[in-house]
């Protein structure tokens, strides 16, 4: 796993992340929040990416709609998970997770919360154009807004050059 500071990850914003617009070739493309109606399709992108790791032990059709009905379940509550959804041309192209961890309360001023990145996934043919680095970028852009202490995440293991760039190591 990959963790950005033990510090508060707001004294890494210093850092320069570029907004994602500047980051991504290939034409106009968005990041947006996701939303409880893209379960469906950030379920297809789960099995894709997955799939593509090891050898599926369910079905797509199985595991879709089993992971679409929970990835509906925490976009429509919002209170440990979040989404965003990169589109270009009016198609999902490419999606980030963000799950939150709560600490023990602290008395001292620390923040009492950490990041997870997750499920972070370009498809095929969108890859290398920045779009993963504009997910990645909005991810943390939210964790410094919120205050999050440090952010964890696993990367596989063409991702680490990315994650580096935003102070990952």
Do not use: Q
Not at 3 to 26: F, L, N, Q, W, Y
Not at 27 to 47: E, K, Q, S, W
Not at 58 to 82: V, Y
Request: proline share 7%; net charge positive; aromatic share 8%.
């Amino acid at each position: 796993g990959l963790e950005r500071g033990g510090a508060p990850v707001v004294a890494a914003a210093s850092r320069g992340i570029c907004p994602a617009g500047d980051m991504i070739k290939g034409g106009p493309a968005t990041i947006r929040a996701a939303g409880v109606a893209d379960a469906p399709a950030l379920a297809r992108m789960r099995y894709a990416f997955r799939a593509s790791l090891a050898e599926p032990s369910e079905g797509a059709e199985a595991f879709i709609g089993r992971c679409s009905a929970w990835m509906a379940e925490r976009l429509g509550d919002g209170r440990h998970w979040r989404a965003w959804v990169a589109e270009r041309d009016g198609r999902r192209v490419g999606t980030v997770w963000l799950g939150t961890v709560e600490k023990i309360p602290n008395p001292a001023p620390e923040p009492e919360e950490y990041g997870y990145i997750t499920n972070m996934f370009v498809v095929p043919e969108e890859r290398g154009r920045g779009i993963g680095a504009a997910l990645v970028a909005e991810a943390v852009r939210w964790c410094e807004a919120r205050g999050v202490h440090s952010i964890i995440l696993w990367s596989t293991r063409r991702s680490p050059p990315l994650y580096r760039r935003y102070g990952f190591g």
